[in-house]
């Protein structure tokens, strides 16, 4: 499973990022985290708020931190 | 309630119980909420003169009195406001404010934009990922800047610390002025043919890269989970610069003597109003900070429309989303964007200075 947290580096994206490592790690399941800061690359997912999160390239979140609850339901 | 019980799955009769319960949780936080605030004035009253001995008239009386005043009430309309106004945004995503938008000719597009980028939610994080998405899909570039310059300028806390500390009418001024500053800045910087100052990556995209996101379907319990989300996002940020705007508000209230601004700021010094609005654009400040000191200022003789052009220009331009913007915008479309809207700014300024 591929988890990308797409955002410029706003403290916003930092957290959902933790969140989004934390929902992994305790779910205990096989997913690679990666953090997409280039813009022309969000901008391809089709995303116009920050920070977002994406499943498999599937967009779950968009301009919200998620709690780590929330992104565990996208990972099930 | 009047169909039969058996009719609901079990999961809808626990739904309804939950929002029966919200709607009984909302009513009597409402209830509470008023009674408190239609005593603010009567409780700060009390607690500077019978609890802290200090008379009204002193220097320091009067400043504790006000601060004690206006500060729990700012507080208090903030977290009404900002909660409403989460729920109002989860019916107006970007991806729906885009579709409205990308039809439409300019002018029409220019009004609908300025007006839509009140309720649309919009973070200066987020400006660049939303330029670009509404300008791949045809959206026009001044549309688009209609869009960008109404969005932070008129926002759920500018409106609320106006109303609080300025009353309906100066709150609808600035409400009115800035929409027309969106809305022509938007028209004119349309009219320039500016499209050529893009980064040429910009242009170079097509619409063909924008895959459509599909936004996620609230029900009632997920939008009032987003006003509390915005309560504690937004208050949770801009508490602190209510609280110090105030207290230095409250300092200028209680301090500097009355008409001791009249000669910088007032309506005779004619150079005040391009002054304020220059020294406005690099601050930034959200309008927690800028408005308890404006409206103290404004008690001292400053001039009505000087102290609305700087408030605008604080809010409106920032140093941080102009740097932001650069990665999309070439360094004369910035210009551009900041001359067109300063330019409004400082017109309105002189027009409230001579109408009021």
Same mark, same amino acid.
Request: without cysteine.
């Given at each position: 499973m591929k988890v990308q947290i797409l955002g410029t580096g706003c403290p916003k994206c930092k957290a959902l990022h933790a969140n989004a490592e934390a929902a992994v790690k305790a779910l205990g399941v096989e997913a690679e985290i990666q953090k997409i800061e280039d813009i022309q690359e969000i901008i391809k997912f089709g995303v116009m708020m920050t920070p977002a999160l994406a499943v498999d390239g599937q967009v779950?979140?968009?301009g919200k931190v998620a709690s780590a609850d929330e992104i565990k339901k996208y990972l099930q | 309630m009047s169909a039969p019980v058996d009719v609901l799955r079990p999961d809808q009769r626990a739904r309804g119980h939950a929002l029966g319960g919200a709607i009984a949780v909302a009513t009597l936080g409402a209830a509470v909420w008023w009674i408190v605030y239609s005593h603010l004035a009567q409780g700060a009253a009390w607690l500077t003169? /019978?609890?802290?001995?200090? /008379?009204?008239? /002193?220097h320091l009386g009067s400043a504790v009195e006000f601060f004690l005043y206006e500060a729990p009430k700012v507080l208090m309309l903030l977290v009404l406001v900002v909660f409403s106004v989460g729920i109002v945004r989860t019916f107006f995503t970007p991806e729906r404010t885009r579709a409205i938008l990308a039809g439409k000719r300019e002018s029409v597009g220019n009004v609908l934009a300025a007006g839509l980028g009140i309720v649309t939610p919009f973070c200066s994080c987020s400006a660049v990922p939303l330029f670009l998405g509404f300008v791949q899909s045809g959206v026009p570039l001044g549309v688009t800047f209609s869009f960008l310059i109404a969005a932070p300028m008129i926002n759920e806390v500018a409106v609320v610390l106006l109303l609080g500390m300025f009353g309906p009418k100066i709150t609808a001024i600035y409400f009115g002025t800035g929409l027309t500053v969106a809305i022509l800045a938007g028209w004119i910087i349309g009219r320039l043919r !500016?499209?050529?100052?893009?980064?040429?990556w910009v242009s170079a !995209?097509?619409?063909?890269?924008a895959a459509a996101t599909e936004s996620e379907r609230l029900d009632w319990d997920g939008r009032l989970n987003a006003g509390r989300d915005a309560v504690r996002e937004i208050v949770g940020k801009v508490w602190l610069f209510v609280v110090l705007g105030i207290a230095v508000g409250a300092g200028i209230h209680g301090y500097v003597p009355t008409n001791a601004l009249a000669g910088l700021m007032g309506k005779s010094a004619w150079w005040s109003v391009p002054l304020a609005v220059l020294l406005g654009v690099p601050m930034y400040s959200n309008a927690a900070g800028i408005v308890p000191v404006v409206q103290a200022l404004l008690g001292k003789g400053a001039a009505l429309g000087t102290a609305l052009a700087f408030m605008m220009s604080v809010i409106a331009l920032s140093l941080p989303e102009m740097i932001i913007l650069r990665k999309v915008l070439r360094p004369t479309l910035i210009g551009v964007f900041i001359a067109v809207v300063a330019s409004g700014i400082v017109l309105v300024g002189y027009v409230f200075n001579l109408v009021m």
């Open positions: 779950k979140v968009v | 003169q /019978s609890v802290l001995g200090l /008379s009204s008239r /002193s !500016m499209e050529k100052h893009l980064e040429p !995209m097509s619409a063909s890269d």
